[in-house]
């Protein structure tokens, strides 16, 4: 986790093309449940780092992209190097920042990124899951940003989301965002590059979560598995921590698996004994490796560098510590044209019980152009004063109080039942519940005024593109089945066809309750040749 204290892309893909060097790192790939080196085919072990300091605001979001402080990444990738880290995990970006110089010098260090698709205040929010328009273009824009680096190991599409039993019902929503980052980054043609999820350790739902992540069909499914343990503290051992049953129970795991995170701090300073059996003949058939937790020294004490107030960067106890057991490590590693998986079965899913409610049947692709249709082809629409923190109170009044039947912009990743617009933005899905309420109310004169947040408009009559994307979704009622995919900018088809604006609505900013962290995926390359 992102705060373990706390319980325009400007850059267009050929800009970024050609920013890389003749000296690009081989790119990662992955055979059976092991990665490898592109060109050589060696096996590929991560030996990371979290590489980003929490959030500076824990109520607004606020965060430093890392891979933008250019110099930041001067001061600090001569340190990672030191460490012998060959991986870093990043749990935020700024898509609209330039990443090229950082980008260049982890390259030229030998260091890969793994990164989340999400930000502090656009990400699956385990309480009130979603998966919807304004996520997946920001999901969408990380992978344009950073798909043309040969370092990018991979993408986590969601972190820690369902970590308990009473909010397994999210996981439908962080699934659909792997299916759809999966679909969106081979109609891009970018080179493949893995999406996986990072889970925690908790032990009622640890195997259910793995099992429904991995189970079903490839294009759903998880291409690696990133696991955030903790259960190693100080001088403990391979069976008293626990590794032991964690490591049989990934040995037929089809994907390859890796601890996320690591580092228990409650005996200080940290002595890393872990390190020899993670990459130790028990546990490196089945695991690849992991990454630390963290860089930075912050309030909650896990940092491995302090970054002073001058900018000027010391090493503490936990970085030698770390290194000196790094340095020992050697691990056995294998030649994939010598591989032949054995542990190709997927999981089967988990069945629903008191610990788990998870739905296969996974929320719709978001599609903006299909929202965009929706809401020109309404008579009554949100108000441009309204913002998003306004819809929830009128979500309550006519939704609930006032019985409106809101099935088209409902999304249930318990029961796995879906309206054709619940993928829609919090302001589309309000204005569809004003018309509903609207039209329910035989359009009388005052029925589409909520206290002056809303107002009437004429209604477009859908053609073109617009015709056929209502069609698919049943109408303004939204009781379909969408089967045409967002188009390749990852906004969908536009609703300019049908020659009506859509009123022009602030988004504010998504509040998420405390700990629910960014998606990311940790990988660091073990490089052994």
Known sequence: MWVRSLTSVALIASS?????????????VIKGSKFFFKSNGTQFFMKGVAYQASPTNSTSGTFVDPLADEAGCKRDVPLL????????????????????????????????????????TLSINRNSPEWDDRLYERYTSVVDSLAPYSNVLGFFAGNEVSNEANNTNASPFVKAAVRDMKAYIKQKNYRTIPVGYATNDDEKIRSELADYFDCGSSSESVDFWGYNIYSWCGNSSYTESGYDKRTKEFENYNVPSFFAEYGCNVVQPRVFTEVQALYGSQMTPV?????VYMYHQEANNYGLVEVGSDGRATKLTDFNNLKSELEKISPSAVQSNSYTPTNTAARSCPTADSNWSASTVLPPTPNRGLCSCMVSA???????????KDTGDLFNYICGEAKTDCTGITANGTTGQYGSYSMCSPLERVSWAMNAYYTKQKKASDACDFN???????????????KSLLSEAGGTAGTGTVTSSPNSSGTGSKAAAVGLTVPAFQVGAVKIGAGLLAAALGGAALVLV
């Open 452 to 466: 002056g947040s809303a107002k009437t408009q004429t209604a477009a009559t859908a053609s073109g593109t617009c």
């Open 378 to 388: 309404l008579s009554c629409v949100a108000a441009s004063k309204v913002q998003e």
């Open 81 to 120: 190097q030191e460490l012998g880290t060959n991986t870093v995990r990043i749990y935020a970006i700024n898509t609209t920042s330039d990443h090229s110089a950082c980008m260049k010098l982890l390259n030229d260090a030998g260091i890969y990124v793994v990164s989340d698709l999400s930000e502090p």
């Open 287 to 291: 695991f690849s490796g992991g990454i």
């Open 16 to 28: 970024l093309l050609s920013t890389v060097s003749a000296a690009d790192l081989d790119p990662i």
